[in-house]
Antibody
Framework: EVQLVESGGGLVQPGRSLRLSCAAS????????MHWVRQAPGKGLEWVSG????????GYADSVKGRFTISRDNAKNSLYLQMNSLRVEDTALYYC??????????????????WGQGTLVTVSS | QSVLTQPPSASGTPGQRVTISCSGS????????VNWYQQLPGTAPKLLIY???QRPSGVPDRFSGSKSGTSASLAISGLQSEDEADYYC???????????FGGGTKLTVL
């Protein structure tokens, strides 16, 4: 069974940093691209970032570009999101999700399945 | 303001057929495939439809998707109480070089 388990969320002050992790199991992690998607309280879904199987390609939403960095460690079957210069508007439940393109690249005709249960990040003074 | 536009709410009675629309542009839906996700209350999103009209295994055939031009639709026939959820469309946007979602549609089964 494919499982994605996020961790690392918490309460942090504006301007500070936080690192999220996503532990993957049940599939060959280094065959697939991975993504982070967030959901602010009571709001919709927003794609945050994606990374190809070998970290050769990454993508970011404009709202986090220059502040967030996605990375992965295929030896540890883990995905990460380093979040710097956090803002109040970054408060959200952060989900990691598996991409389904068989190439492992970031492609436009793929989809996210499955999703983890999310880790909550609260940015507040 | 979401790049893809969905109605904020939809409703129907058990057994009815409901449709949820998703409007985009030439840089997203007009050029790329559309996926739909279902989010039951208090849970993570789940893939419902991929590549415009394909159902993952385990998704009932009551759910169907379609796409025409820069718009897409999700249809649910034989509505059931357990279909009450938020539904999101998503597509890759060539101009933004990223994935975009609709604002979500809250489906209520009356």
């Amino acid at each position: 069974e494919v499982q994605l388990v996020e961790s690392g969320g918490g309460l942090v002050q504006p301007g500070r940093s936080l690192r999220l992790s996503c532990a993957a199991s049940g599939f060959t992690f280094d065959d697939y691209a991975m993504h982070w998607v967030r959901q602010a309280p009571g709001k919709g879904l927003e794609w945050v970032s994606g990374i190809s199987w070998n970290s050769g390609s990454t993508g970011y939403a404009d709202s986090v570009k220059g502040r967030f960095t996605i990375s992965r460690d295929n030896a540890k079957n883990s995905l990460y999101l380093q979040m710097n210069s956090l803002r109040v508007e970054d408060t959200a439940l952060y989900y990691c999700a598996k991409d389904n393109a068989l190439s492992g690249e970031l492609l436009d005709d793929s989809w996210f399945d499955p999703w983890g249960q999310g880790t909550l990040v609260t940015v507040s003074s | 303001q979401s790049v893809l536009t969905q109605p904020p709410s939809a409703s129907g009675t058990p057994g009815q057929r409901v449709t949820i629309s998703c409007s985009g542009s030439s840089s997203n839906i007009g050029r790329n495939t559309v996926n739909w996700y279902q989010q039951l209350p208090g849970t993570a999103p789940k893939l419902l439809i991929y590549s415009n009209n394909q159902r993952p295994s385990g998704v009932p055939d009551r759910f169907s998707g379609s796409k025409s031009g820069t718009s897409a639709s999700l249809a649910i026939s034989g509505l059931q109480s357990e279909d009450e959820a938020d539904y999101y469309c998503a597509a890759w946007d060539d101009s933004l070089s990223g994935w975009v979602f609709g604002g979500g549609t809250k489906l209520t089964v009356l």
